[in-house]
């Protein structure tokens, strides 16, 4: 598995992590031994950066890695980035120290952890990253030893790039796949001039870059990929990479005849990201031991060639940058 610093922190991570936010919720049931086994079969193939929420499942994810990471695998160096923020109304006024000791303390239970090594403000308002006191409250947390390091998970390109800004940021997270190529821009170039880490989520566009729907695929009832397409419940560019459905499925199927021999689509989408410069680390989810195997075969894939990157981004220039592009 090829390692990467991830940004500020100084840590040395998997450039292949694992998402956790179906083991807590809005991806279909996923029972707690299964759960378990997504985490066990991430460490033995090489996964060393699990990333995790506390409104995922309200603590469930967390607690889960929390429990495996203290019977299953303990000693194991593993680096667990969390995020706080969403369980609280969307206000700047909520964004203040009292809130974030709080919900870290929440999160260190959850998790068993006195130190948690990374938290993130989870995609706040935009006003929220132009604020000083809270970086400063943040600060606090660090020199009090309740936190070792902390980032920010954001929606728009603006966004991150106000972040990086701010001496303490340590790392961003972003949403970065072949369907969703701004960040290649601006942000990454500011974030390695930096030294802030780059942590690509939503790597295969909610699955649609593993090439494995259709027009007739049927999503369940608690997957957001049923209830979310609309942006009615948070914002759209979460689900699909905010890409019309149908519009993607034509974008992926163009995208699978790329990938090269010996990669699926998913693989191929997936080493795509990590092998680009300044990205620390690509957190897909899992839902089972086969697709956390899969995904990690791509922390070890050759290079991909120019005609790849070249095929990618004539799929997004013709198909996609028109609807993405101008909205993140």
């Not at 940004?7 to 936010?21: D, E, K, N, Y």
């Not at 919900?103 to 989870?122: E, F, I, K, Y």
């Not at 894939?301 to 790849?308: G, I, S, Y």
């Not at 981004?313 to 101008?326: F, K, T």
């Amino acid at each position: 598995m090829h390692k990467r610093t991830l940004g500020r922190t100084g840590r040395t991570v998997s450039v292949i992590g694992l998402g956790t936010w179906q083991l807590g919720a809005d991806w279909g049931a996923v029972s707690d031994a299964d759960a378990t086994g997504v985490l066990a079969a991430s460490a033995d193939a090489g996964i060393t950066f699990f990333d995790t929420a506390d409104v995922y499942g309200d603590g469930r994810s967390e607690r889960l890695i929390g429990n495996f990471l203290a019977n299953d695998a303990p000693g194991a160096e593993i680096t667990v980035a969390t995020k706080m923020g969403r369980r609280a109304q969307q206000v700047p006024e909520n964004f203040v120290l009292a809130n974030f000791r709080e919900w870290t303390d929440r999160s260190r239970a959850n998790l068993g952890m006195d130190t948690l090594d990374l938290v993130q403000l989870h995609c706040p308002p935009s006003v929220v990253f132009d604020s000083g006191e809270v970086y400063d409250a943040l600060d606090i947390l660090v020199d009090e030893g309740v936190i070792a390091n902390y980032g920010v998970s954001v929606e728009t390109c603006d966004q991150a790039l106000a972040a990086i800004s701010h001496p303490g940021i340590a790392t961003v997270q972003i949403i970065l796949n072949a369907f969703r190529l701004k960040p290649l821009d601006e942000v990454l170039p500011a974030a390695r001039a930096a030294g802030v880490g780059i942590i690509a989520r939503v790597p295969l566009a909610s699955g649609l870059l593993t090439g494995k729907y259709t027009a007739d695929t049927v999503f369940a009832e608690s997957d957001h990929r049923n209830f979310n397409r609309d942006g009615s419940h948070f914002d759209v560019g979460e689900t699909f990479s905010g890409v019309d459905f149908e519009v993607g499925l034509q974008a992926a199927t163009e995208f699978a005849a790329l990938a090269p021999v010996g990669l699926t689509p998913a693989q191929a989408a997936l080493a795509w990201v990590a092998q680009i410069d300044g990205v620390s680390a690509v957190i897909p989810g899992a839902r089972s031991v086969a697709q956390a195997q899969g995904n990690a075969t791509a922390g070890v894939a050759e290079p991909l060639d120019l005609a790849f990157n070249e095929g990618v981004q004539d799929i997004y220039d013709r198909l996609l940058r028109e609807q993405i592009h101008p909205r993140w």
